[in-house]
Nanobody
Framework: VQLQASGGGLVQAGGSLRLSCAAS????????MAWFQQAAGLEREFVAG???????YYTDSVKGRFTISRDNAKNTVYLQMNILKPEDTAVYFC??????????????????????WGQGTQVTVSS
């Protein structure tokens, strides 16, 4: 599976961005999908995930501000980012795995459980 992320950019605090991740080379509906962020000098961390069945998971810092969704007809996962803060500044990566829904519901945040990664898109939030 190949993943292509897009939609990053420079935005002022309080603004919005929508990231997209287009998948190819596999059966998209068979994959759990997620977004991770990596700020400069830090490890890659889970932001949001969506299972094959559409269950959604978020890290606490983005709950109420970010929304993950998927369109299986378009082989694409989205991350709508609202009320952006300077601390959201990072490179955002989309990722995919083929684990079961039951396993995903417990391990959605585990970076090592994702088999495929996109190239990353930079999000910069100015204060």
């Amino acid at each position: 599976v190949q993943l292509q992320a897009s939609g990053g950019g420079l935005v002022q605090a309080g603004g919005s961005l929508r990231l997209s991740c287009a998948a190819s080379g596999g059966t998209f509906s068979n994959y759990g999908m997620a977004w991770f962020q990596q700020a400069a000098g830090l490890e890659r961390e889970f932001v949001a995930g969506i299972s094959r069945s559409g269950d959604k998971y978020y890290t606490d810092s983005v709950k109420g501000r970010f929304t993950i969704s998927r369109d299986n007809a378009k082989n694409t996962v989205y991350l709508q980012m609202n009320i952006l803060k300077p601390e959201d500044t990072a490179v955002y990566f989309c990722a995919a795995n083929a684990i079961s829904n039951a396993y995903y519901s417990v391990n959605y945040y585990r970076r090592d459980d994702y088999d495929y990664w996109g190239q990353g898109t930079q999000v910069t939030v100015s204060s």
